[in-house]
């Protein structure tokens, strides 16, 4: 097991304590033997004391690590290297109607159930309508080689992973496997394919898997996907590793009644987590496209993801993340499309964009995390959502952000440190999942309640509704390029905040309605100029100096009423002209505009 770094301090031990006393939990996704309607009901349960056990132990929310640190923290995945094993020692099983035939000692045939009682390597080949069980010594190894097997079991698993410590699935030729239409409640094999146990899936050829009565596939302990070509179609969770799904590089398709991808252990804080390295990935999920009790790393592959609809489907009850992760959630490398219903890109802790590229439509918010979202390198294109990018502290430090919000588009909302983003994301509060907690939601009035808005580097543009750059606690814009076409209606600003507002570095332009209007809060720093100026979708704007250079000039791509800049060529107390289509205004650097408002900042989460 790899060290796990950033433990909780005494004070992290103290507050899960006193959270567990008042019986809180943590999310905890469906997939465990669920039925398809638990998903449908948006339910998510776990064990209170536990869950926020766990979550104390797994780290510091308000400086989310990077993908290797993340993974360090987590357990190693067991899996099956393919030089542990060689297909020329393969013994083979012959499968034929409801019956098959081996000469293998490790097999033996019981009607139309085989079953595999010694480790070692078996090739799967012919139809069987049945059953294959691996019921070996706990400690053996097992690779089944699928070679164009073909395995339908009306009454239960098509294979079932009894006992064994490590089992790989071969996939050679086209093979298919589906289970029956339902199980009972108590069964605890409730998969087309079912592994108590370790499960690695390799291979050069194609599976296609239906989970008629429930999941696609299950492993509870590790499920690692090394290669090949899988499609799943599930009535509930399409992959499931309880401890850890891992996606090496592989071909997958799946569509799923419940969750796409998943992994949900909660008792363990380095456990329940996923980790996708590479491939082609395409989820059409009811519920969350991909889910992580834990954490959700993604350093390589393209995935395409589409949850509870689409977008244009509306935010329900039930959860329909695109993404979501109860403890970090960090792209570095991949490539993500997604369209959901209900947040694009979700964690109950924290969020770090690093590199790759994520374009999202949803339904609500694009990309939100509780605690903390840093972006720090990614290109992240936010095409449709409620509000484009919220947390409690925010910050943009690299790489290029596009958002478009029908509300806030870039909001500082939400928890300010790790206790009280675990108090808000608990199963108490989650009965509501995504509702205002104490520290967000609708801003608390005019209160500055401590979040942070930090912009020191990339290409931020926003276009939004409601406030363009919103903060219920303080805002610094630092360097970068920040362009901020905010709201037409006099009800929200381009810019909003709570706390102070400052600007020391880069390039800010900010245009949007007048009634809500907000400049920087002081001169100190870089100059600025702040203007009520009205204008139309297509009016040239154009600011100039003393002595007539130009600083800035744009085309606006909506009605407006007031137009702040920040540049390194502004300086307090200097003249300056603010001219759209010819009509020249006056202005001084420094002056004019509104100290924060704190109009309302952030709905409901």
Do not use: H
């Given at each position: 097991?790899?060290?796990?770094?950033?433990?909780?301090?005494?004070?992290?031990?103290?507050?899960?304590?006193?959270?567990?006393?008042?019986?809180?939990?943590?999310?905890?996704?469906?997939?465990?033997?669920?039925?398809?309607?638990?998903?449908?009901?948006?339910?998510?349960?776990?064990?209170?004391?536990?869950?926020?056990?766990?979550?104390?132990?797994?780290?510091?929310?308000?400086?989310?690590?990077?993908?290797?640190?993340?993974?360090?923290?987590?357990?190693?995945?067991?899996?099956?290297?393919?030089?542990?094993?060689?297909?020329?020692?393969?013994?083979?099983?012959?499968?034929?109607?409801?019956?098959?035939?081996?000469?293998?000692?490790?097999?033996?045939?019981?009607?139309?159930?085989?079953?595999?009682?010694?480790?070692?390597?078996?090739?799967?080949?012919?139809?069987?309508?049945?059953?294959?069980?691996?019921?070996?010594?706990?400690?053996?190894?097992?690779?089944?080689?699928?070679?164009?097997?073909?395995?339908?079991?009306?009454?239960?698993?098509?294979?079932?992973?009894?006992?064994?410590?490590?089992?790989?699935?071969?996939?050679?030729?086209?093979?298919?496997?589906?289970?029956?239409?339902?199980?009972?409640?108590?069964?605890?094999?409730?998969?087309?394919?079912?592994?108590?146990?370790?499960?690695?899936?390799?291979?050069?050829g194609t599976l296609t898997v239906t989970g008629n009565g429930n999941d696609g596939i299950t492993s509870t302990d590790d499920l690692v996907i090394e290669s090949g070509a899988l499609d799943v179609t599930a009535a509930d969770d399409g992959l499931r590793g309880k401890d850890s799904l891992t996606v090496e590089d592989a071909t997958i398709t799946v569509d799923a009644g419940g969750d796409g991808l998943t992994s949900d252990q909660d008792e363990d804080a380095s456990r329940g987590y996923i980790d996708i390295q590479g491939g082609d990935i395409q989820v059409t999920s009811a519920g969350d496209a991909l889910s992580a009790q834990t954490d959700v790393v993604l350093t390589g592959g393209t995935l395409d993801l589409t949850s509870g609809g689409g977008a244009s489907a509306g935010k329900t009850d039930a959860s329909a993340k695109g993404v979501k992760a109860g403890t970090f959630l960090i792209v570095d490398g991949a490539a993500l499309d997604v369209d959901a219903a209900d947040d694009g890109l979700h964690s109950k802790g924290a969020l770090r964009l690093t590199s790759g590229a994520v374009t999202v439509a949803s339904g609500d918010d694009g990309v939100h995390a509780e605690v903390a979202a840093v972006l720090d390198g990614a290109t992240a294109v936010v095409t449709?959502?409620?509000?484009?990018?919220?947390?409690?502290?925010?910050?943009?430090?690299?790489?290029?952000?596009?958002?478009?919000?029908?509300?806030?588009?870039?909001?500082?909302?939400?928890?300010?440190?790790?206790?009280?983003?675990?108090?808000?994301?608990?199963?108490?509060?989650?009965?509501?999942?995504?509702?205002?907690?104490?520290?967000?939601?609708?801003?608390?009035?005019?209160?500055?309640?401590?979040?942070?808005?930090?912009?020191?580097?990339?290409?931020?543009?926003?276009?939004?509704?409601?406030?363009?750059?919103?903060?219920?606690?303080?805002?610094?814009?630092?360097?970068?390029?920040?362009?901020?076409?905010?709201?037409?209606?006099?009800?929200?600003?381009?810019?909003?905040?709570?706390?102070?507002?400052?600007?020391?570095?880069?390039?800010?332009?900010?245009?949007?309605?007048?009634?809500?209007?907000?400049?920087?809060?002081?001169?100190?720093?870089?100059?600025?100029?702040?203007?009520?100026?009205?204008?139309?979708?297509?009016?040239?704007?154009?600011?100039?100096?003393?002595?007539?250079?130009?600083?800035?000039?744009?085309?606006?791509?909506?009605?407006?009423?007031?137009?702040?800049?920040?540049?390194?060529?502004?300086?307090?107390?200097?003249?300056?002209?603010?001219?759209?289509?010819?009509?020249?205004?006056?202005?001084?650097?420094?002056?004019?505009?509104?100290?924060?408002?704190?109009?309302?900042?952030?709905?409901?989460?």
């Open positions: 097991m790899r060290q796990t770094i950033l433990k909780a301090s005494g004070l992290l031990a103290a507050a899960a304590i006193s959270l567990a006393a008042c019986d809180l939990g943590v999310d905890a996704s469906a997939g465990s033997g669920a039925s398809p309607d638990s998903v449908a009901s948006g339910a998510e349960s776990a064990d209170g004391a536990s869950a926020v056990q766990a979550a104390s132990e797994a780290g510091d929310t308000t400086d989310p690590p990077s993908a290797e640190e993340a993974l360090a923290a987590d357990e190693d995945a067991s899996s099956v290297e393919d030089d542990e094993w060689d297909a020329a020692d393969a013994q083979d099983v012959a499968l034929s109607g409801t019956s098959a035939s081996s000469d293998s000692e490790g097999v033996t045939v019981d009607g139309s159930t085989v079953t595999v009682t010694e480790a070692g390597v078996y090739r799967l080949s012919g139809s069987l309508d049945g059953q294959v069980v691996v019921d070996a010594g706990e400690d053996a190894l097992v690779v089944l080689i699928l070679d164009g097997a073909r395995i339908a079991n009306g009454s239960g698993a098509a294979i079932e992973v009894a006992t064994a410590d490590d089992v790989a699935l071969s996939l050679a030729g086209d093979s298919v496997v589906s289970d029956a239409s339902s199980y009972d409640d108590s069964a605890e094999a409730n998969a087309a394919i079912y592994a108590d146990a370790d499960l690695t899936i390799t291979g050069d449709r959502s409620n509000e484009g990018l919220e947390a409690g502290l925010v910050t943009i430090s690299a790489g290029t952000v596009d958002i478009t919000a029908s509300d806030d588009g870039i909001n500082g909302s939400g928890s300010i440190t790790v206790e009280a983003g675990l108090a808000a994301t608990s199963e108490e509060s989650d009965t509501t999942e995504d509702q205002p907690t104490a520290q967000g939601g609708m801003g608390g009035g005019m209160e500055d309640s401590g979040e942070q808005l930090d912009i020191s580097g990339g290409t931020v543009t926003v276009d939004a509704g409601g406030d363009g750059l919103d903060s219920n606690g303080d805002m610094t814009v630092s360097g970068g390029n920040t362009t901020v076409w905010g709201p037409t209606s006099d009800g929200n600003g381009a810019l909003d905040t709570n706390g102070a507002f400052a600007v020391t570095g880069g390039v800010l332009l900010a245009v949007g309605s007048s009634g809500m209007a907000e400049s920087p809060t002081s001169t100190d720093g870089q100059g600025w100029i702040a203007a009520t100026v009205s204008g139309a979708a297509g009016s040239t704007v154009t600011v100039t100096d003393g002595s007539g250079t130009e600083l800035v000039s744009f085309t606006a791509v909506k009605q407006f009423g007031s137009v702040v800049y920040s540049g390194a060529d502004v300086s307090a107390g200097s003249a300056y002209t603010v001219t759209v289509d010819g009509a020249a205004t006056q202005v001084t650097a420094g002056e004019g505009g509104s100290a924060a408002m704190g109009g309302p900042g952030g709905g409901p989460r």
